[in-house]
């Protein structure tokens, strides 16, 4: 690479910068498709990739302002700093392009924005609220509730899963005057939503049981997506009589394996087992999920479909 500071910039320099693998295009748009595992499959925005330059033809200002757009656009979902600061205007004098401070100090960037490819700054995203769903019928010892996700393909559901996004759960009981009624409420209204992302599961308040939780990717010590069904959430009702028998167990699953497809199987459970369980009325449990979408400097490309599998009472 001929790439130095003051010198002119060959097709190799730019292509090095922008297309190749540990270019741009490998974080910005997508080098591995069809990835399954880590790392390959965790890079990749699906952003609309750069164009590479055939060797011999010259670098155009546009294609040099359009590369450094695309460290801009990384750096500000990211929160990276940028140093030293890329110029503002595009970095031509008389449409002559000079090479950019140092071939060094280009380099780290870009290796700086792969490295922090999974980091997501504040005001990078937008929520998708879904349609609440109610139970349609009294339960007594166990309410299933099932949904699926479907990206439309594997490399959506990466695109989703790489530029921050995540699926939340949130749900809402409205309880009768009845002790274990009001522990279910209290339940919900302190811990959910829960929320997968690329890595783990999150909740909004501590207590989930399940160590390391899953995410959508395996990355030890946390597991990833399987055609099993895996415990992302499990937590008990607060103090009282209920305490150590009724919980909330959320669960998750790819419907194909990994690669052949973009739908995602969500299970949700709650469980009474008391010895004397009482009869909950119809229409007290709502769920609502909503998608957390990167939708700033990077915007999700893909699309999702949200199918309800509906409820199932004491199974």
């Known amino acids: 690479m001929t790439y130095a500071t003051g010198g002119p910039i060959a097709a190799l320099d730019y292509n090095t910068f922008a297309t190749l693998a540990g270019g741009m295009n490998e974080i910005y748009a997508d080098l591995h498709s ?90 990078q995203t937008s929520v998708i609220v879904g349609t609440p769903f109610a139970n349609p019928a009294p339960w007594t010892t166990s309410l299933v509730y099932t949904f699926q996700v479907d990206f439309g393909s594997w490399n959506n559901a990466r695109f989703f899963f790489n530029s921050g996004s995540s699926v939340s759960i949130t749900g809402v009981y409205t309880p009768a005057p009845t ?36 995410g959508f990717y395996l990355t030890a010590p946390y597991s990833g997506l399987t055609t099993i069904y895996q415990n992302l959430y499990q937590k008990y009702v607060g103090a009282g009589p209920y305490s150590g028998t009724n919980y909330a ?56 479909a949200f199918t309800s599998g509906g409820f199932v009472a004491d199974l």
Not at 100 to 120: C, D, I, R
């Open 249 to 304: 167990l959320v669960e998750a699953k790819l419907t194909n394996a990994a690669g052949t497809n973009g739908k995602i199987d969500f299970r949700v459970t709650l469980i009474d087992a008391d010895t004397f369980p009482v009869a909950k009325a119809a229409s007290r449990m709502t769920y609502t999920i909503n998608r957390i979408q990167s939708a700033g400097a990077i915007a999700y490309p893909g699309s999702y």
């Open 34 to 123: 069809g990835a399954t595992t880590l790392p390959t499959a965790g890079f990749g925005y699906g952003q609309t990739p750069l164009v590479a330059v055939s060797a011999g033809n010259t670098i155009l200002a546009s294609e040099w302002a359009t590369l450094f757009q695309t460290m801009r656009d990384c750096g500000t979902h990211q929160g990276t700093t940028v140093v030293p600061p890329l110029p503002v205007a595009n970095p031509i004098i008389a449409d002559t392009i000079t090479a950019y401070n140092t071939p060094t100090t280009l380099s780290a960037l870009v290796g700086t924005l792969t490295t922090n490819k999974f980091v997501l700054a504040g005001g």
């Open 179 to 214: 002790p274990d009624e009001v522990a279910w409420q209290t339940l919900f209204s302190t811990n959910f939503p829960v929320s997968m992302n690329w890595q783990t599961t999150t909740q909004a308040a501590l207590g989930n049981i399940i160590v390391n939780p899953p």
